[in-house]
């Protein structure tokens, strides 16, 4: 038995010794070198094709497998379930009640809007659903997006399992491999760069590392991405901004384009990619004390925008990650500054996995396994035309006229709450507000009246307080 | 699988008729409440309290303390809840349905009177039977500033007004030492006939056929 087991290891041996090397060449032909070179065979393009294809199948299944049993087939919403009264409705709630009567007055009814507000805000609230991921229509064969278990026949499961086999088995070590391979050059040659002396070389080929590995890490998510309106890309000396849902944002925008980050300075892995990044181009990393001083942080921004040969800083106003169906309040900070503003806006494909990064839900890492295990990122970026602040405007003002050109191009829901309720809750100030804007229109009615009576009474305190509205 | 879906469904069915809801209204309004509770079984006040939207409300109290409120049930009890179950839920949330094409001239009387029901016991928190002053006074103040134009005592004198124009109209002669109790619910009702409710207290439900949205030109 014993001269059975060498050939055998040898076989082995061999076999594992090929398919690495086929699998590597593979992997340096269709991957690297294209991302190097800035080219593309179209092999994404054809797999998002197919897999489109084998979804529509799935969904087919499903719902005829649905009808069998004679059930619905659970359709989400994404829109919501009812429809809301605008907010103008309380002055009409008193323009047709008050035509009863001939001067308007406080009113029992009047409690009937505020009533069907609330309950409306129960059924239906706006916030908390922009927190949740985004629902779909059809079933893009991953478990984490799927609510129709009962429907999924035997030949759907075992569609299912191949596809679990195929994004576990081959497209996860693929990426696992390419993300490491780009990360590592990204350090080697940024460092390399680094030691030359400053000139136009150097510039020029900080640029292009940074693109080509850039590009390598796009290939390890697998992300397709269409760029809209290129001719608006943002130059040197501005501020790009664009609205946030997930931390790979960066890398699709930095595909395209140098652009100077701004954040936390990290310990670890992450510590060690930005000490290198920013031996070649400079990128704004902040201390952990210096964030909270606004200051100094808007100091550091206004000297690099105005640096013309530095590149524009890329910036997400909203600052936590929302889930890509509207964009909420924007930051005032970022546009405070005096600068060109470049909008961009970006929108995910839901259907081939979803981008969103719910940071109470997951961590960093099993976020990052679960979009490497997904099918592919797809997604759109719109380059807006560049936005400057107008006479007059102040920088909330402008930060909301950029936000709601950002929701209209993306197809996204314009919402004027912050980002930050996803933690926190809501202040007092906004209960105030509703409660002033009732009382002025009830001061406003009774101010004619008040001015009758003065003429026969004494001026009190009521008088002054309705008075010096 | 299949013995769960059934069951389910007659479970619903149940509610279809108790609460007048159609079955889609009714899966949807679970998915809310689900979220509401984060998949438990029963919602409390605070579940209610940290929606957003909710606190820009000035009578998000009144309007909290609503569905918690066992007489909003239509079973004669009252006092309030701790939490509400699912089917609490859509009691409360069945006076803010709209009549359909179907429902009769009788339906809709009665659909009118539970909703001023509704809103007489908003404001009646005791539970005696009638709206005083001092009640009336606390919605007011609620429903104005606390902090703007209107000062506590201007809140005041207005729910004053408002109270002496009910009684004016109810009891018409009234002697100078007599007191008005406070407004009862058939007062309630007349103050508010000449009123059209069908378009203020009703929240419409949508159909569920929307469609998510598309990225602009995906792949060429």
């Keep these: ?469 | 699988m299949g013995a769960t879906q059934t069951r389910s469904e007659h479970k619903y069915q149940d509610l279809v008729e108790k609460t007048g809801f159609s079955l889609e209204q009714i899966t949807n309004l679970h998915k809310r409440f689900q979220h509401l509770s984060g998949n438990e079984e029963t919602i409390s006040k605070e579940s209610l309290e940290s929606i957003p939207a909710l606190a820009n409300n000035p009578i998000k109290k009144q309007i909290i303390g609503a569905f918690f409120d066992k007489r909003n049930q239509h079973q004669d009890e009252a006092g309030s809840f701790e939490e509400i179950g699912f089917e609490q839920f859509l009691m409360v949330m069945s006076h803010f349905r709209p009549p359909s094409l179907k429902t009769t001239e009788e339906e809709k009387e009665a659909m009118r009177k539970e909703k001023l029901r509704f809103l007489f016991n908003m404001h009646d928190t005791d539970n005696d039977g009638t709206i005083t002053l001092a009640e009336y006074r606390t919605v007011v103040e609620e429903l104005l500033s606390k902090s703007g134009a209107i000062g506590q005592e201007a809140a005041k004198a207005i729910a004053d007004a408002a109270m002496l124009e009910v009684a004016s109209t109810n009891v018409p002669h009234m002697a100078p030492d007599e007191f008005y109790e406070g407004i009862t619910f058939e007062h309630f009702e007349q103050i508010l006939k000449g009123l059209e409710m069908e378009s203020r207290m009703h929240i419409r439900f949508l159909d569920m056929d929307t469609t998510t949205m598309r990225c602009g030109k995906s792949k060429s």
Excluded at chain 1, 200 to 220: D, G, N, P, T, W
Excluded at chain 1, 233 to 250: L, S
Excluded at chain 1, 296 to 314: E, M, N
Excluded at chain 1, 386 to 408: C, H, L, S, T, W
């Design chain 1, 1 to 469: 038995m014993a001269w059975f087991s060498p050939p055998v290891d040898n076989l082995l041996y061999r076999c594992l010794s090929v398919s690495i090397t086929v699998w590597l060449t593979l992997l340096f032909v269709f991957t690297i070198v294209p991302a190097v070179l800035g080219v593309s065979f179209g092999i994404r393009s054809f797999y998002i094709a197919t897999l489109l294809k084998i979804f529509e199948w799935a969904t087919l299944r499903m719902e005829m497998g649905a009808k069998e049993k004679n059930q619905e087939l659970y359709k989400p919403y994404t829109n919501g379930i009812i429809v809301k009264e605008p907010p103008s409705s309380l002055r009409e709630l008193r323009g047709s009640a008050s035509c009863l009567r001939s001067e308007p007055e406080f009113e029992m009814a009047d409690i009937f809007y505020f009533c069907r507000r609330g309950v409306e805000s129960i059924v239906d609230d706006e916030v908390t659903k922009r927190f949740s991921a985004q629902e779909l229509e059809s079933w893009n064969l991953l478990t984490r997006s799927n609510y129709n278990f009962p429907h999924i026949s035997l030949r759907l499961a075992a569609l299912w399992g191949l596809g679990v086999l195929v994004r576990y088995g081959i497209l996860l070590p693929l990426r696992v491999t390419l993300a490491v391979s780009g990360i590592s050059l990204l350090l080697v040659l940024t460092t390399l760069v680094a030691l030359l002396p400053r000139t136009e070389l150097r510039f020029y080929l900080s640029e292009k590392v940074h693109l080509m590995c850039y590009r390598i890490c796009v290939r390890a998510l697998t992300a397709i991405i269409t760029y809209h309106n290129r001719e608006n890309k943002p130059k040197n000396g501005g501020i790009c901004v664009a609205n946030h849902t997930t931390p790979i944002d960066v890398i699709i925008l930095a595909n395209d384009g140098c652009y100077s980050l701004v954040g936390q300075v990290h310990g670890g892995l992450m510590g060690m990619i930005q000490r290198a990044m920013v031996k070649s181009t400079p990128h704004i990393w902040f201390e952990r004390s210096e964030v909270k001083d606004r200051h100094l942080v808007a100091k550091r921004l206004s000297d690099h925008v105005a640096d013309k040969t530095k590149q524009p800083i890329l910036i997400f106003p909203e600052g936590t990650c929302i889930n890509n169906t509207s964009v909420m309040m924007f930051k005032k900070g970022s546009f405070e500054i005096e600068c060109t503003v470049y909008p961009v806006a970006i929108k995910y494909d839901p259907r081939f996995g979803d981008a969103f990064w719910n940071s109470s839900k997951f961590g960093l890492v099993s976020y990052l396994l679960r979009m490497m295990s997904s099918w592919a990122i797809v997604c759109s970026v719109w380059y807006l035309p560049p936005m400057n602040r107008e006479e007059g405007e102040d920088a909330v003002q402008f930060a909301n006229r950029v936000k709601a050109a950002i929701a209209a191009q993306g197809g996204l829901v314009d919402l004027i709450w912050d980002g930050g309720l996803k933690r926190a809750k809501v202040k007092d100030a906004f209960k105030e507000e509703q409660q002033k804007l009732y009382s002025k229109v009830l001061v406003g009615d009774h101010d004619s009246r008040d001015q009758r009576s003065d003429k026969c009474s004494e001026g009190e305190n009521d008088k002054d307080a309705a008075e010096g509205q």
